[in-house]
C-alpha cells in the first residue's frame, strides 16, 4: 500500500517556475514507477511525465518536454516535478500516481494516486 500527498501548487505567471513535490508512505516506494498526471477544468486527465524506480528512465508529454523535469528521491520517498517557462495551458490540478512494473503512460495503469495539487498560470 502507498499512500501519496502533493504539494507545492500555486498561482505562479506565466514564464515562471515551480516545484511540485509527492511524498509517499510504504517501505517499498523505491521499487515503484512514479508518475505526474494533470487535469485542466473541462477537459480530461491527462499525462506529464513518469519515472522508473530506479530513475534511470524518464517519459514526458510532448506538450511539457524540455521544460518539465521529472525526479525523484528514495532515500526521501518523494518524487518531484520541475516546471519552467509556465503557459497558461499549463494550469490544472496535478496528481502523482504510483505503479509496480514498468514505466507507463496510462493512467490506468498505475494503482495508487494522491488527492492533487492546484497550479494556476496567469497571462
Known amino acids: 500500500q502507498v499512500q501519496l500527498v502533493e504539494s507545492g501548487g500555486k498561482l505562479v505567471q506565466a514564464g515562471g517556475s515551480l516545484r511540485l513535490s509527492c511524498a509517499a508512505s510504504g517501505r517499498t516506494f523505491s521499487t515503484y514507477d512514479m508518475g505526474w498526471f494533470r487535469q485542466a477544468p473541462g477537459k480530461e486527465r491527462e499525462f506529464v511525465a513518469a519515472?522508473?524506480?530506479?530513475?534511470?528512465?524518464?517519459y514526458y508529454a510532448d506538450s511539457v518536454k524540455g521544460r518539465f523535469t521529472i525526479s525523484r528521491d528514495n532515500a526521501k520517498i518523494s518524487v518531484y516535478l520541475q516546471m519552467n517557462t509556465l503557459k497558461p495551458e499549463d494550469t490544472a490540478v496535478y496528481y502523482c500516481a504510483a505503479r509496480s512494473g514498468s514505466i507507463r503512460r496510462q493512467q490506468v495503469d498505475y494503482d495508487y494516486w494522491g488527492q492533487g495539487t492546484q497550479v494556476t498560470v496567469s497571462s
Open positions: 519515472i522508473s524506480w530506479t530513475g534511470g528512465r524518464t
